[in-house]
């Protein structure tokens, strides 16, 4: 089998195309990646105290006073922890109870700086542990005599300052 030679303006002709070559890829900076390690329970409170329960005044928008404390800390630059402790308070005229849930999420990040992990932590992390807490509330209440507390879905960026977060200094876990 011979090679053919073409000049360019037979090759134009004839529907050949010239082939281009690859331009050098150029190589972009590894984006971060977060990966969410585990969770862990701190501490769970669960308390029926004294109230007249009304269980006519039962309403499935029934009110939920919910306050959140947050603290990072970090174990080196690439792994971080976020604890949240929620002190939930139900409708005293239906669920007479106290609780309060203190969860702890680790995360790691991979590619990117401890400044991002800090950021995510405390932008995005809270949205995860979140329903982790809606079970665990849920779970404790489950056969309490007023019935199960169930929390609502909530934005945790909403309920979370922006500012004003207690950093821990590294565990060194």
Not at 74 to 79: G, I, K, L, Q
Not at 123 to 149: C, E, M
Request: aromatic share 6%; glycine share 8%; charged share 20%.
């Amino acid at each position: 089998m011979g090679l053919i030679a073409m000049s360019r303006k037979s090759a134009e002709r004839s529907g050949v195309k010239k082939s281009k070559s690859p331009k050098p890829s150029v190589a972009k900076p590894a984006a971060s990646r977060i990966h969410f390690i585990g969770l862990g329970l701190l501490r769970l409170e669960f308390k029926e105290v004294s109230a007249t329960v009304d269980a006519s005044t039962a309403s499935p928008d029934q009110d939920i006073h919910i306050g959140v404390e947050a603290r990072i800390g970090t174990v080196n630059e690439e792994v971080g922890d976020l604890t949240l402790c929620f002190t939930i308070t139900p409708n005293r005229n239906i669920q007479p109870y106290n609780l309060v849930v203190e969860v702890i999420g680790r995360f790691a990040i991979s590619h990117g700086s401890r400044a991002d992990l800090i950021s995510f932590c405390k932008s995005n992390a809270p949205g995860i542990l979140f329903p982790y807490v809606r079970q665990l509330v849920h779970s404790a209440t489950a056969h309490a005599r007023h019935g199960p507390v169930q929390l609502p879905l909530m934005n945790m960026q909403g309920l979370l300052p922006g500012t004003g977060w207690e950093e821990q200094p590294p565990t060194g876990d």
